[in-house]
């Protein structure tokens, strides 16, 4: 899997279009960069038990032209991994499986998830429906944040 390192990845940021994928045990929440990567869009909700996943998620990558993958790894407070995370560790390589099939080769990076959740439900007043692609536009906010910050040092 084309995991790369953050740092290598954030070198070629302006070349690249990025989408966010949060995902949980029963839905994903996708979220997307403007072009210029300066802030995130929340996309649209896709259920784990559908067999088309993977094929929207091609879709998705085809039509917005998307170069990376950010996935939200759900750390521990002290930065260590959990059961959750493996789940997530093993999606994901299920996921980068699905796309080398397809001839799709991204290259993906897991970004800290922390409290997305918490976060967006306090922006969404409450509303469930609508949290996964929420939770997944903060993730790729703080990540988009972070890699500009450090391209503006």
């Known amino acids: 899997m084309p995991i790369c390192n953050t740092n290598e990845f954030l070198n070629n940021l302006e070349k690249k279009k990025i989408m966010c994928i949060d995902i949980g045990k029963n839905k994903c929440g996708i979220a997307l960069s403007d072009p210029l990567n300066k802030f995130s869009l929340p996309h649209k909700v896709l259920r784990v038990s559908e067999r088309k996943i993977y094929e929207e998620l091609i879709n998705i990558i085809e039509n917005y032209d998307i170069n990376l993958i950010v996935v939200g790894l759900p750390l521990n407070d002290d ?20 796309f080398v099939e397809l001839n799709k080769i991204l290259q993906i ?19 469930k429906k609508d949290l996964d692609h929420h939770a997944a536009c903060i993730i790729l906010q703080d990540f988009l944040d972070f890699s500009n910050k450090r391209n503006n040092e």
């Open 109 to 127: 990076v897991f970004w800290d998830e922390s409290y997305s959740s918490l976060e967006a439900l306090s922006k969404i007043n409450n509303k």
């Open 79 to 98: 930065n260590s991994l959990n059961k959750q995370c493996q789940s997530v560790i093993d999606r994901t390589k299920y996921l980068d499986k699905k």
